[in-house]
Structure formats: C-alpha cells, structure tokens
C-alpha cells in the first residue's frame, strides 16, 4: 500500500523558513516522480517543485515562485522528500500536499497534479506579514 505522510508545515513570519518532509512507504522514490503541490483556498492545486528519477536520469521542476528560494531534495536512504523553503511570502500560505506517481515523468508532465494518483494528507504553510 502506498503511503504518502506529511510533516513540517506550521506558521511562521514573512521571510522565515520551513522544512517540509514527506516519509513515502509502498513504493521506492528512486524510480517515481514525487514532489510538492500546494492549494490555497478558492484556487486550484498547483505544483511548486517536483523531482522525477529514472535510472541516472534526474528531473527537477521548480514554479517560477519557488524559484530561488525553495530546494527540493530526496533523501534514498528514509525513502523520503524534503521541500526547504526559505524567504517565506504570505503569498506561500497554503495546504501543501506531497504526491507521488509510481512512474517517472517527463518535464512536460512533471508539474501536472493530475498525473500524481498518490497524495499525502496536507500539512498547512501560514505565512504572516
């Protein structure tokens, strides 16, 4: 069974940071596509940064927001994705979601919450100005 499970949100200040981490059971990372969507209310879900591996083969995804200031960053040995996300806006203020598809995709797919059949239960981001 496949096992996405969410920690790390919280409230934090305009320009701090948050780690945000995402234990996945059931499958093995190495060889998915796994990342970071977030959803604010009365918005549709977005992808914020998204890894795919296949064999050597590495694609990493960023929105143009997250760019610069979150890293996303897969730790094999716990089987685990980790999003750090650093100079934090109140725009940033969402349920982020880690999903998870049991293939790798491509850069044209990468980003697409549709194409995640595996979601996590959201940790909630508040971010105060």
């Known amino acids: 069974e496949v096992q996405l499970v969410e920690s790390g949100g919280g409230l934090v200040r305009a320009g701090g940071s948050l780690r945000l981490s995402c234990a996945a059971s059931?499958?093995?990372?190495?060889?998915?596509?796994i990342g970071w969507f977030r959803q604010a209310p009365g918005k549709e879900r977005e992808g914020v940064a998204c890894?795919?591996?296949?064999?050597?083969?590495?694609?990493?995804y960023y929105a143009d927001s997250a760019k610069g200031r979150f890293t996303i960053f897969i730790d094999n040995a716990k089987n685990s994705v980790h999003l750090q996300m650093n100079s934090l806006k109140p725009e940033d203020t969402a349920v982020y979601f880690c999903?998870?598809?049991?293939?790798?995709?491509?850069?044209?797919?990468?980003?697409?919450?549709?194409?995640?059949?595996?979601w996590g239960q959201g940790t909630q981001v508040t971010v105060s100005s």
């Open positions: 059931g499958f093995t990372v190495d060889g998915s596509a």
């Open positions: 999903g998870a598809s049991l293939w790798p995709l491509d850069r044209s797919a990468i980003a697409q919450p549709n194409r995640y059949d595996n």
């Open positions: 890894v795919s591996i296949y064999n050597d083969d590495r694609t990493t």
